[in-house]
């Protein structure tokens, strides 16, 4: 069958799926506290949006302060101060250079971890082959009863331990890989990437493996143990452990990622701290940092560094954390609690939070996180969280709520349109300007592969202009004229 487009074709132009993004409330970096002026620096020197420059250095130093210190909330329960950030920015918008810079006391602490390492590398070897020779004596010694063998084992004591592996950050992530290392890795860890497709497509959240995934790491978020059962090596527990997570992702990824409904009803994306500022592109001409923001930098990361290579508070093996409490002073705690009770007074159906319950839900408990983050850098060992460090967490997680307000009054995480942006993004890769329907049905994205989806996503564009049906038999539809640059701007 032979169908002439220019007689198909709507003559007017396909309308957005999407209603314009309004600009975001800037970056309070004003409210950052002592991480305000690293993080301006870092923007200056970067040319980058003020949002990627908080995000990355909140990142590095809650990566620093989770070994140190949990903060206890006013009723009584203590959290971790992990932050799982997300910073939502398009290639282009320097988020590897920034990442680099703010990590740079990171990177420092893990070339001393791998000096260390070596050493005790060489020290590990030496002691597990004298345990091993040891080990057969007794074990081959016809003289001794059962009794005396047993006791000669006891004595000799459990196989020396290897030396925990020299690292702090990964950029990949699967919880099974994390439970199988973590044994033998730092207590405190990190999952940090400027390229978050590997996080958001990676294989621990594709589909069979997406709840268990963000199961796991919103445990790990509330500092609840690792737990392992697998009938080759039995039950592994993982206790006093932390994990950061700082993920740069590219718009269309992180639309589709915030739009599961798998990730939202468990409860992980209410964990998250999410930033998606305007792109700076075009704003960047060339400039020669300023003196004062290299000094300013170079001071952040001697700070950073001085909190890593202060002892870690554990058990007697060394890997597993007994973080020491932070408390609120009692105003820090007033603080508190006016604000939990805001948020809670807005989150009703018809408040200005009503569409953000879940996140609505843990506000008071990241304002608290960020407030242990910035004590802990701030005075390197406090004994109490401070009014101002309060205010500091406070006043950020209202910029996080109106970010959060933004961009679902927006439907950038409607999954309906999110669908129908995925058939363009299919049809963006194929010759021609027909969509067959089997075609979709077959080959289409993974999520339309069945009739039913693939119905609600096509008659979403036909509303929209972008197609329209040119038969029944086979199911045909043309795509509008100037579809693929419309698609495209």
């Not at 003559?11 to 993080?39: H, V």
């Not at 971790?80 to 939502?88: A, C, E, Y």
């Not at 923001?293 to 007994?322: C, M, N, Q, W």
């Amino acid at each position: 069958m032979r169908i002439d487009i220019e007689k198909t074709e709507s003559s007017d132009p396909p309308l957005p799926l999407f209603p314009p993004l309004p600009d975001g409330e800037a970056y309070p970096l004003t409210a950052l506290g002592p991480l305000g002026r690293p993080a301006r620096a870092l923007a200056e020197v970067t040319q980058c949006a003020p949002a990627i420059a908080a995000h990355a250095v909140l990142a590095a130093c809650s990566l620093a302060a989770q070994s140190k210190a949990d903060v206890l909330l006013p009723f009584g329960q203590s959290r971790p101060l992990s932050l799982f950030l997300f910073t939502i920015a398009a290639s282009g918008e320097r988020k590897t250079t920034v990442d680099n810079e703010a990590c740079a006391p990171v990177h420092r602490f893990e070339e001393r971890l791998r000096d260390d390492f070596r050493a005790a590398s060489d020290q590990h070897r030496a002691r597990s082959l004298a345990w091993e020779s040891q080990r057969k004596r007794i074990e081959t010694n016809r003289v001794i009863d059962f009794q005396g063998q047993a006791a000669e084992l006891e004595r000799l004591g459990a196989m020396p331990e290897k030396p925990m592996a020299p690292f702090l950050t990964t950029g990949d992530l699967t919880i099974e890989g994390l439970a199988r290392i973590w044994a033998n890795a730092r207590p405190s860890l990190g999952v940090f990437t400027a390229e978050g497709g590997t996080f958001t497509g990676g294989h621990g959240m594709g589909d069979d493996n997406k709840l268990r995934t963000a199961a796991a790491l919103s445990e790990l978020w509330d500092g609840k143990p690792v737990k392992r059962l697998r009938a080759s090596d039995g039950v592994t527990i993982l206790a006093g452990r932390r994990l950061s997570l700082h993920v740069q992702v590219q718009p269309e990824a992180a639309a589709a990622f915030l739009a599961d409904r798998v990730l939202r009803d468990q409860g992980f994306l209410s964990r998250v701290l999410v930033a998606a500022p305007k792109s700076r592109a075009g704003d960047r001409l060339f400039r020669e940092p300023k003196a004062d923001d290299i000094e300013e930098l170079h001071a952040y990361t001697e700070r950073v560094r001085a909190i890593f290579e202060s002892p870690d508070k554990t058990d007697a093996s060394g890997r597993e954390l007994r973080p020491s409490l932070l408390k609120m002073t009692y105003e820090a705690a007033s603080i508190w609690r006016s604000f939990f009770d805001e948020v809670e007074e807005e989150a009703r159906e018809e408040g200005r939070f009503g569409g953000l319950r879940d996140f609505a839900s843990k506000a008071a408990e990241h304002a608290a996180r960020i407030a242990g983050v910035v004590s802990i850098y701030r005075e390197r060992g406090p004994t109490a969280v401070t009014p101002g460090d309060m205010r500091t967490g406070v006043e950020l997680v209202r910029w996080y709520l109106g970010e959060g307000d933004r961009l679902a009054r927006t439907a950038r995480t409607d999954p309906r349109l999110l669908a129908a942006r995925s058939v363009l993004t299919w049809m963006s890769g194929q010759d021609g300007d027909y969509l067959h329907f089997r075609a979709l049905l077959r080959n289409g994205p993974h999520s339309l592969r069945n009739k039913e989806a693939a119905d609600m996503a096509l008659g979403i564009l036909e509303q929209h202009r972008w197609l329209r049906k040119v038969s029944d038999a086979p199911r045909t539809y043309a795509m509008s004229a100037g579809w693929r640059a419309a698609f495209s701007a």
